[in-house]
């Protein structure tokens, strides 16, 4: 059932925050939303996607690929699902489903609550491949696009490429052509534009190692800037440089020249604040003088921690979040570095330790 916005329980004053402007990135802080976890029984038939090692099976303490549990206690009872897990007061864990509409609502309600200006909604290449993932994707932008004007927040697509088989890209150019052309979505109010036209991001561009190649990269830009879209691209940390996952190619940096806004994966590339200053003062510095050079925008990836631990033999952070210090040191050093916008990975983040909103402590 429906949950009334007014009726999402906050803990937070902030509910008589205006709408934010929606016509330029400027001054915004963003949040990627995965949006991609399911759970038996809501109606997605995909198993428990995204919170298990093996999504045929329920969550166990052997099956658990999160990790963290979020905090569900605003959260209604058709919200939430419970699992075989217990937590120490012997309550179970409960998880939810981002197939729920209350829920995608609920989470842009906390955006605004806590002064998220808006969130770049993830399409995977690899969901649009089944018919079970492209519902469930779909019903999650259909659920944004209600949820995002309501709440008073911007949206924008971003297309995630990473692991797409080769000779794929017109798959993600046909969904382009199908939301823009048929549905209209840039239409919408709560649409994020940027420089006068409604902003796309391709995240996976020039990264070493992936089956794409650069030229199918190059058709993704090419149509979307015919389509009239200000193109953002998310590319690997170290881009200028050539280093890392980004190897040294003039073509890949021939192809970022065309970019609208440039924006650097630098998840797990730092783990303390003094390296995070360090990266700010040469890193983003080096590299928004260069995007200013040929009138690019730059938005630098801001994370609060990340771990994988839950997937290794050894559970370990590999980055802490040292009670939020990472976070604030990327804020002041973007901020010191020039930089106008930010974005923040992620807002539902669960498997990699990357999300910002609440979870459950006790779990």
């Given at each position: ?190 649409y994020l534009k940027h420089e006068g036209k409604p902003v796309v991001a391709i995240k996976g561009v020039g990264i070493e190692g992936q089956k794409y190649s ?25 881009w200028l440089e050539g280093r890392g996952d980004a190897k040294e190619d003039a073509a ?112």
């Amino acid at each position: 059932a429906e949950t009334p916005l007014e009726n999402l329980a906050s803990s937070s004053p902030a509910a008589s925050i205006t709408s934010v402007d929606t016509t330029t990135l400027i001054g915004k802080v963003m949040v990627g939303y995965n949006g991609w976890y399911n759970a038996e029984g809501d109606g997605g038939n995909r198993g428990w996607i995204h919170w298990t090692k093996d999504k045929t099976k329920p969550i166990n303490s052997d099956n658990v690929g999160v990790e963290l549990f979020p905090d569900l206690s605003e959260f209604s009872e058709q919200e939430r699902y419970s699992t075989s897990l217990v937590k120490p007061d012997g309550k179970p864990v409960e998880i939810y489903s981002s197939l729920n509409e209350a829920t995608v609502r609920r989470h842009f309600k906390w955006m605004r609550d806590y002064r998220i200006d808006g969130a770049f909604i993830k399409r995977f290449a690899l969901d649009l491949q089944h018919p079970h993932s492209t519902r469930h994707t779909n019903t999650v932008l259909s659920n944004a696009r209600k949820s995002a004007p309501e709440s008073g927040r911007a949206y924008a697509i971003m297309y995630v490429l990473n692991g797409l088989s080769a000779d794929k890209i017109d798959m993600v150019i046909d969904d382009w052509g199908r939301l823009g052309q048929i549905e209209r979505i840039t239409d919408d109010p709560a649409y994020l534009k940027h420089e006068g036209k409604p902003v796309v991001a391709i995240k996976g561009v020039g990264i070493e190692g992936q089956k794409y190649s650069l030229a199918e990269c190059q058709k993704l830009v090419s149509f979307l800037k015919e389509q009239g879209c200000t193109v953002m691209i998310g590319t690997a940390a170290d881009w200028l440089e050539g280093r890392g996952d980004a190897k040294e190619d003039a073509a890949r940096l021939a192809l970022l020249e065309q970019a609208d806004v440039i924006s650097p994966d630098t998840i797990g590339k730092y783990s303390h604040p003094r390296q995070v200053r360090r990266e700010g003062q040469y890193t983003w510095a080096s590299e928004k003088a260069w995007c200013d050079d040929r009138g690019i925008d730059y938005l630098p990836v801001i994370y609060p921690g990340y771990s994988r631990g839950s997937l290794a033999e050894e559970k370990k952070n590999l980055v802490p979040r040292r009670h939020g210090k990472l976070l604030w040191a990327q804020f002041q050093s973007a901020k010191n570095a020039g930089c106008e916008m930010a974005y923040i990975a992620t807002f539902d983040g669960m498997h990699n330790g990357t999300a910002i909103f609440k979870f459950d402590q006790t779990a």
